[in-house]
């Protein structure tokens, strides 16, 4: 088995992007060296940025998938819980008209006796 190596390859796009921006910030006076070690350190922050991007990529994908797991998942219960609310719905107008009804009932026999 080959072991993973910790250090990752740099793509040629990162090296040119990293040493024209340190070109285009190059100092008069400065030595081809120090530009090579200033590109080497922005391909690091690109390498590094990259890295941040794709766990949150990662991340994000993950949650998304729990969420559709969830919204998927959970559907005949929704659907039993609105059968339910349904019943429940129906028999609350009844019970009302039922209490009003008593209550003009009681409010008309109290004045007539």
């Known amino acids: 088995m080959a072991k993973y ?12 992007e990293a040493l024209k921006i340190a070109r285009g910030t190059q100092k008069p006076g400065q030595t081809k060296e ?6 080497q350190g922005i391909q690091k922050g690109i390498e590094q940025y990259k890295k941040t991007q794709k766990e949150k990529s990662r991340e994000l994908d993950k949650k998304l998938n729990k ?3 969830n919204v998927l998942l959970p559907e005949s219960s929704t659907q039993n819980e609105a059968n339910i609310a349904s019943v429940t719905a129906s ?15 009681a409010y008309f026999m109290r004045e007539y006796i």
Request: hydrophobic share 45%; proline share 3%.
């Open 5 to 16: 190596s910790g250090k990752s390859k740099i793509s040629e796009k990162t090296k040119d």
């Open 34 to 39: 120090q530009t090579k070690l200033i590109a």
């Open 67 to 69: 969420a559709k797991a």
């Open 91 to 105: 028999k609350l107008p009844w019970i009302l008209l039922l209490f009003s009804w008593l209550g003009f009932v």
